[in-house]
């Protein structure tokens, strides 16, 4: 059986769909927010949850989505930190998703939590869909992959 | 929901600050600072966990904005957002 991560790196849709739709992505940050993992993000995701909230739901919201990952992660990365990965990743892999497998590449993380096509087409091996990763710590997740 | 109205009177510094952080528009209003101020009150004395707060928090703003997305319009944002980022 496999083990439960101890770390992950969370894409921004987790966030986006996690507080606006009941799916895996909800459960994946409520077992972040029980402890159950610590949360990896990047200056990336920060500004991506932030823009989309407050493009979609005003200035406030967009503020309080910034704090909710800021709390929520234990490490964010910079992207100064990234720049040889992101070297090495360029051509390989689509420039919208550069940045998160850097970041992830550059920490060393098993898992890249996120629900995007992309990230398979490309074999990125950390890749996990947010049902899958739920499933690591014996949850029923729901039958949505996001 | 408890609910508390208060007169506060500022000055000096403390008012400086308060009218700066509106000014920059870290806030909306200075009612909304001062709120923003408590909670990091309690967080520093840890009576609440900041990400819970802050996912509540976000949970009654998007009420508040009575907007609904539905899943294809958050796809279409979320593919928009990356193109532009």
Known sequence: ?146 | MVEEKLLVRLSGVVADVLNELVRRGYFATKSEAIRVGILRLGENFGLLKPSMHYWRELGEEIKRTGKRMTHDEIVEALMRLEQET
């Open chain 1, 1 to 146: 059986m496999s083990k439960k991560p101890e770390k992950a790196y969370l894409d921004s849709m987790i966030f986006i769909f996690g507080r606006l739709e009941e799916c895996n992505s909800r459960l994946v940050l409520f077992l972040a927010q029980l402890g159950e993992f610590k949360v990896v993000t990047s200056e990336l995701v920060i500004e991506e949850v932030e823009r989309f909230f407050r493009e979609n739901f005003g200035r406030q919201a967009g503020y309080i989505s910034r704090r909710f990952v800021e709390e929520l992660s234990s490490h964010i990365i910079r992207r100064d930190e990234i720049k040889i990965e992101i070297d090495e990743l360029k051509g390989k892999i689509k420039a919208k998703d550069l940045e998160n497998v850097a970041a992830v590449r550059h920490e060393n993380l098993e898992y890249l939590v996120a629900y995007d096509e992309d990230y398979e087409e490309a074999e990125i091996k950390e890749y996990i869909t947010p049902k899958e990763f739920v499933k690591l710590f014996r949850f029923r997740p729901y039958d949505i992959e996001y």
